[in-house]
């Protein structure tokens, strides 16, 4: 006699299903967690970037004076510190008149030795050749003697060898 065959999942299969059920969601979970790293790290990194530029701005505009400081915390961003950092170019050891601008903005870790748990301190440094501070301007030269046309003045009086 053959018995009738019954409707349903066998318990095997039922524990299988489960198993790949369990398996999915934890991957799932990590992937959301990787996402929500990346978003969090791609915002400070904007923040960063923006709050740079403004300070450089402020700079070049006069607004702020080109002197360097070092951490010097941000009223407008609670949580950020910037670093000025003013370099002369030198060639051959005689001054050019340029000066590398140099701006770096950074996260203030807490007590914990963080940023909000585990997220990575994040900096940002943007760089500008600038005209010396204390040198001479280009627009402060005057000829010594007028120009007789328009290469004389781009030339400034000098020959091609």
Known sequence: MKRPRRAGFSLLE??????????SAVVLAELAAVGREHATSAEDLAT???ICQSKLSEILAGAAPAAGVQDQPLVEAPGWVYS?????IEESGQPQGVASLRVTVRQVLDDAGTAGGSRRRREFTLARWIRHPGTASATDFEPTEPAEDAIDLLLDGREFP
């Open 14 to 23: 039922v524990i299988l299903a489960t198993a790949i059920l369990l398996g």
């Open 48 to 50: 960063a970037q923006l």
């Open 84 to 88: 000025v950092e003013i370099d002369p």
